[in-house]
């Protein structure tokens, strides 16, 4: 099995930065594609970002983009997402995930192992 532990949520004023990270463990291979989703209170989990073994390529949400970054360090089997000028529309649980299994890449059906979550809370 796969273990993901995501860190670095909380909370942060619109127009501020968070960096989050995801680290993984056990049977983790860095062939795995990884990503993120979020889920706002009465809300559909929601996909944000992915990349690609390799961490050449990566997918962004519309919303998101120009804003958010995902990258990996495979040497340390870990992904992150920094986040820059948040608004209070990005407020959410975020999920780590690892393993693509299917297609489209932003069903979280398609995804195999996933994190806790860790809360992010951006106040205006």
């Known amino acids: 099995q796969v273990q993901l532990v995501e860190s670095g949520g909380g909370l942060v004023q619109a127009g501020g930065s968070l960096r989050l990270s995801c680290a993984a463990s056990g049977q983790f291979n860095t062939n795995y594609y990884m990503g993120w989703f979020r889920q706002a209170p009465g809300k559909e989990r929601e996909f944000v970002a992915a990349?690609?073994?390799?961490?050449?390529?990566?997918y962004y949400r519309d919303s998101v983009k120009g804003r958010f970054t995902i990258a990996r360090d495979n040497a340390k089997n870990t992904v992150y997402l920094q986040m820059n000028s948040l608004k209070p529309e990005d407020t959410a649980v975020y999920y780590c995930?690892?393993?693509?299994?299917?297609?489209?890449?932003?069903?979280?059906?398609?995804?195999?192992?996933w994190g806790q979550g860790t809360q992010v809370t951006v106040s205006s």
């Open positions: 990349v690609t073994r390799s961490g050449s390529t990566t």
């Open positions: 995930t690892a393993q693509l299994i299917g297609s489209p890449y932003y069903y979280t059906a398609n995804w195999r192992f």
